[in-house]
């Protein structure tokens, strides 16, 4: 079995986990500046997973100002070659348990086509004993060019020691 390590990303990092978006369809793929950004200013509620000094798994999160208790995930990406191991749960999980503030909900937004992205959030919730609750958040109006409207996927409230247990 290959061997999953799990840890706080690193200016290094960034090129690789543009290359692993970059290939994660349908991942909007932003430049790699912002993952330059994403791993110097938010390596705390961000988390990548790692195989023989490979990046294979990414996560992207942050603390809303206006919601201290929230997680916001932003983008997950796992290699095609590593799918169906658990390891988006892990992302998640490990962000969780390392973050310094106490974190009570998960927030994603998902369009509502991406059918893997809310079997993996719902399934998340269920793991934890947690609720999932969806509801539309931007139009296509707001998003503009041909972008499916993204829906607000709010998953809590969390026991942290729940998490710890199902680590």
């Given at each position: 079995?290959?061997?999953?390590?799990?840890?706080?990303?690193?200016?290094?990092?960034?090129?690789?986990?543009?290359?692993?978006?970059?290939?994660?369809?349908?991942?909007d793929e932003n430049s790699k500046y912002l993952y330059v950004l994403l791993c110097h200013q938010f390596s705390k509620t961000c988390c990548v997973a790692e195989s023989d000094s490979k990046i294979v798994g990414f996560l992207s999160g942050f603390i809303p100002p206006k919601n201290p208790d929230t997680?916001?995930?932003?983008?997950?990406?796992?290699?095609?070659?590593?799918?169906?191991?658990?390891?988006?749960?892990?992302?998640?999980?490990?962000?969780?348990?390392?973050?310094?503030?106490?974190?009570?909900?998960?927030?994603?937004?998902?369009?509502?086509?991406?059918?893997?992205?809310?079997?993996?959030?719902?399934?998340?919730?269920?793991?934890?004993?947690?609720?999932?609750?969806?509801?539309?958040?931007?139009?296509?109006?707001?998003?503009?060019?041909?972008?499916?409207?993204?829906?607000?996927?709010?998953?809590?409230?969390?026991?942290?020691?729940?998490?710890?247990?199902?680590?």
């Open positions: 079995m290959t061997s999953i390590t799990y840890r706080e990303p690193t200016v290094s990092d960034a090129h690789q986990i543009w290359e692993l978006v970059k290939n994660n369809k349908p991942l997680l916001f995930v932003w983008q997950a990406a796992v290699n095609n070659d590593f799918r169906n191991m658990g390891i988006a749960k892990e992302l998640v999980s490990h962000t969780l348990c390392n973050v310094d503030s106490p974190i009570e909900f998960v927030h994603a937004t998902v369009t509502p086509s991406n059918h893997a992205s809310l079997k993996f959030l719902q399934n998340f919730a269920d793991n934890i004993g947690a609720k999932l609750n969806k509801k539309p958040l931007f139009s296509t109006d707001v998003l503009g060019g041909g972008h499916e409207p993204e829906d607000l996927v709010v998953i809590g409230p969390i026991q942290k020691n729940i998490l710890e247990v199902t680590n």
